[in-house]
């Protein structure tokens, strides 16, 4: 591990957070500044150099993420950086260190103090831009393929929404893995798609689940899809007998107004009916979250599957997508490109001086 002087947890006076106030549109996201916190026993304070925006942000200043915090709270799912002073009970030796930490909230600041135990070491040689594109999207992606749709070489699966966070990991892993991808997108991106070795459809078009039966006549491995709502069902329809259904989102009721309980719990209600039902097929949630009550348990699975991540993405078999780069400070402008829909890949909010002033896409 490389080490670096860094300054202890009273050199670090001041931090630079986002915070989201209530149900508002992106310019209503607030910055503020107030005392970097002290990292308490067992916990570390993170000099933050990759946050991301991920679509659970995009459903909490809606107020329809599942289990939000009450407002106001700083959101972040996840984030990159390096250790700059450690809580009693935590190795000192951390320090300089560069890790990534899974936190639901919280990451969109310059300092986050999180528990040593989230920490998972990220690869000096990989930027801290393009891991934090894989930390909860590659995560997600990893344990979705090979935990519960356990994809093998010779398999056909379909990603929709291949070209987002989540859908591009997916898309590079299953390939990996040997897989044939069939990927849903915008026609804008296609080609790109195509050069991810994933064979392209139009998200829009009217005959997609056609499209997709007719690529795959037989029924596919499995579905991994993020919309839910009524596309849910032909969704489970193109499946292949032993095939799974693996469903991780309602991006389909995003805009729309009402309970952020009621299309879950419908949700839900389908997939355990089609779960139970004697067909063969599978149907699954996947919530990151799951099992977190057995701590160690779950700290060590993600951090195996973080790992493996990490290493393909060293070795250059996995690329990172990275919409932009966009400074913490301007975390509005990064929120409303993310959900413009016209992005490939995360957009990823980075501080402040590491991003040349009018630049925000470098990546």
Not at 154 to 165: P, Y
Not at 336 to 363: I, N
């Amino acid at each position: 591990m490389v080490k670096t002087t860094a300054p202890t947890a009273t050199a670090v006076a001041t931090a630079t957070e986002v915070v989201l106030p209530g149900v508002v549109e992106p310019d209503g996201l607030t910055v503020r500044h107030r005392p970097a916190p002290a990292p308490g026993p067992g916990r570390v304070l993170l000099a933050m150099e990759a946050t991301g925006v991920s679509f659970a942000e995009q459903q909490m200043r809606r107020g329809k993420y599942f289990d939000q915090p009450p407002f106001p709270f700083v959101p972040g799912y996840d984030l990159v950086g390096r250790v700059v002073a450690t809580g009693p009970g935590v190795d000192p030796a951390l320090v300089g260190g560069r890790f990534a930490a899974l936190t639901k909230t919280g990451g969109w600041a310059s300092h986050v103090a999180v528990a040593a135990a989230d920490l998972v070491p990220v690869p000096e040689s990989v930027a801290s831009a393009d891991a934090e594109t894989l930390v909860v999207n590659g995560v997600t992606a990893w344990q979705m393929l090979h935990r519960t749709a356990q994809v093998r070489a010779g398999d056909t699966v379909v990603v929709l929404g291949a070209n987002g966070g989540v859908g591009s990991a997916l898309a590079q892993l299953a390939r990996i893995a040997g897989a044939r991808v069939l990927g849903t997108a915008s026609p804008r991106h296609h080609d790109a798609l195509r050069r991810l070795g994933v064979t392209p459809v139009d998200y829009r078009d009217p005959e997609l689940y056609a499209r997709l039966r007719a690529l795959a006549p037989d029924g596919v491995r499995a579905v991994f899809d993020h919309v839910g709502g009524e596309g849910i069902v032909e969704s489970f329809r193109l499946l292949a007998p032993g095939g799974t259904l693996v469903s991780y989102g309602t991006a389909s009721t995003r805009d729309v107004a009402g309970s952020s309980k009621a299309p879950v719990l419908k949700l839900f209600a389908r997939l355990a009916l089609w779960q139970a039902l004697p067909n063969s097929r599978h149907a699954h949630f996947y919530n990151i979250w799951a099992g977190r009550r057995r701590a160690d348990a779950f700290r060590a699975r993600l951090r195996t599957d973080l790992e493996q991540v990490f290493a393909l993405l060293a070795d250059g078999s996995l690329t990172a997508q990275v919409a932009a780069r966009v400074p913490l400070s301007r975390a509005a402008e990064a929120l409303r490109l993310a959900e413009s829909g016209t992005v490939a890949g995360k957009v990823v909010l980075v501080p402040d001086a590491a991003v040349p002033r009018g630049d925000a896409s470098g990546t």
